[in-house]
């Protein structure tokens, strides 16, 4: 004999799907949108994070990845962006980068593509109207990166490390930011920056 469910349990069903949808992050409005997905992290988690939501450090650390050693010519020409300041005072030493600040719908489009070099102390601030999960894919981009996922009050929600140049699988992590930090690839290990830190943006 199969018991039919009661209409209040159906209910109490019903309801606990729709919650979990609820929960189910889509992939935001990143200029950066292709085909395949991604998502970090294992272990490696700050102490202290205030963020409801943090996507813990992958372990072991990704394979290193290779900048292109021939970077094509950028057939329109590199934007002109605002500069800025990221400091990281709960990382060791305090580093501070030198940023610029994607801010526009034309600025987040065209990225980092077509640079073949970033110093040490240099990155790409790319900012949303949103929180919302963001994510990012590296056509036309020479350089291997690491990306920074950071909410609105300042906190790295995640780090995908190593990315390969030149290709157009969708990455994001599944917690939602405000802020995505572009710098070389292996900078926030060297650096001891890691998810649940947080950051001071601007000075």
Same mark, same amino acid.
């Given at each position: 004999?199969?018991?039919?469910?009661?209409?209040?349990?159906? !209910?109490?069903? +019903?309801?606990?799907?729709? $919650?979990? &949808?609820?929960? @189910?992050?889509?992939?935001?409005? /990143?200029?950066? /949108?292709?085909?395949?997905?991604? $998502?970090? #992290?294992?272990?490696?988690? $700050?102490?202290?994070?205030?963020?409801?939501?943090?996507?813990?450090?992958?372990?072991?650390?990704?394979?290193?990845? @290779?900048? =292109?050693?021939?970077?094509?010519?950028?057939?329109?020409?590199?934007?002109?962006?605002?500069? /800025? @300041?990221?400091?990281?005072?709960?990382?060791? #030493?305090?580093?501070? =980068?030198?940023?610029? =600040?994607?801010? @526009?719908? $034309?600025?987040?489009?065209?990225? !980092?593509?077509?640079?073949?070099?970033?110093?040490? =102390?240099?990155?790409?601030?790319?900012?949303?109207?949103?929180?919302?999960?963001?994510?990012? %894919?590296?056509?036309?981009? &020479?350089?291997?990166?690491?990306?920074?996922?950071?909410?609105?009050? #300042?906190? +790295?929600?995640?780090? !995908?490390?190593? +990315?390969?140049? %030149? *290709?157009?699988?969708?990455?994001?992590?599944? &917690?939602?930011?405000?802020?995505?930090?572009?710098?070389?690839?292996?900078?926030?290990?060297?650096?001891?920056?890691?998810?649940?830190?947080?950051?001071?943006?601007? *000075?």
């Amino acid at each position: 004999m199969v018991m039919l469910p009661s209409m209040a349990s159906r !209910l109490l069903a +019903i309801t606990l799907l729709l $919650a979990a &949808c609820s929960r @189910t992050p889509e992939p935001g409005g /990143s200029a950066r /949108s292709p085909e395949e997905s991604e $998502a970090g #992290g294992l272990s490696g988690q $700050a102490p202290g994070t205030s963020s409801s939501c943090v996507v813990p450090l992958s372990e072991p650390e990704a394979p290193a990845a @290779t900048t =292109l050693e021939e970077c094509p010519a950028d057939p329109v020409g590199r934007p002109v962006m605002p500069h /800025s @300041t990221v400091v990281f005072p709960e990382a060791p #030493g305090k580093p501070t =980068l030198d940023v610029e =600040l994607a801010l @526009t719908d $034309a600025h987040r489009a065209h990225g !980092l593509m077509y640079r073949p070099y970033l110093a040490e =102390l240099e990155g790409m601030l790319f900012t949303f109207d949103d929180e919302s999960v963001h994510a990012f %894919w590296m056509q036309h981009t &020479c350089l291997a990166l690491d990306m920074m996922f950071i909410d609105s009050s #300042g906190v +790295i929600v995640g780090v !995908l490390e190593q +990315i390969p140049p %030149w *290709n157009t699988k969708q990455r994001a992590v599944s &917690c939602p930011s405000t802020h995505v930090l572009e710098v070389r690839a292996g900078w926030t290990r060297d650096h001891g920056v890691v998810p649940g830190q947080r950051v001071i943006l601007g *000075n």
